[in-house]
C-alpha cells in the first residue's frame, strides 16, 4: 500500500474524495477491531496478552497488524523493554486518547439504539413470514418498538 503523503490541500482532508489521505485514514481507524482496541487500552498501558484477553475473540494476527496500523498512524505507543523475553507495552498517544473519546460515544449509540436495531434486523430475516395473511415477507409489518424510557414510538 502506498501511503499518501499530506500536501496541506484541503482535498487531503475530503474523506469523500478516494485519493484523500483522510479517506486512507479513516479506512484504516474504522474497523471493529480497531476500535476495540482502542476502547480496550483506555487510559491504560496494557502488554500485549493483556490486550488480546481485553478483545474477545480476535486473533494472534489481527491484533498484530492493527496494534502495527495505530502506531504507524500516530494513535498507539509501542514501549519495547529490553528484558528476556522482551516486555512490549501499548498505551493511546494524544491523537489515540482523542478518538477513543469518539469511539465512547459510539459505544454510547450502540446502547442506546440496539433495541430499535435488533427489532429492525428482525423484519428482515427469512423465517419471518406471516402464513395466516398469505404475506410472503415481514417486511411490510411494523414489529412493536422496544426501546428504553423517553423513547418515541412512531
Not at 52 to 65: A, F, P
Not at 127 to 139: E, N, P, T
Amino acid at each position: 500500500m502506498v501511503t499518501k503523503q499530506f500536501s496541506g490541500l484541503p482535498e487531503d482532508a475530503d474523506l469523500r474524495r478516494a485519493d484523500s489521505l483522510a479517506r486512507e485514514i479513516f479506512s484504516d481507524v474504522a474497523n471493529k477491531w480497531a476500535l476495540l482496541i482502542i476502547e480496550a487500552l483506555g487510559e491504560r498501558t496494557l502488554r500485549f496478552g493483556e490486550v488480546r484477553d481485553e478483545v474477545e475473540g480476535i486473533s494472534h494476527k489481527m491484533l498484530t497488524q492493527n496494534l502495527r496500523m495505530l502506531e504507524r498512524n500516530g494513535l498507539v505507543e509501542r514501549n519495547v523493554h529490553p528484558t528476556v523475553p522482551p516486555k512490549v507495552e501499548y498505551t493511546l498517544t494524544e491523537p489515540g486518547r482523542g478518538l477513543r473519546e469518539t469511539v465512547d460515544l459510539m459505544c454510547d449509540w450502540t446502547q442506546r439504539h440496539l433495541g430499535h436495531i435488533e427489532n429492525s434486523r428482525d423484519r428482515f430475516r427469512p423465517d419471518r413470514q406471516d402464513a395466516s395473511q398469505g404475506q410472503s415477507s415481514s417486511r411490510d409489518q411494523s414489529p412493536p418498538f422496544v426501546a428504553g424510557p423517553g423513547a418515541v414510538r412512531r
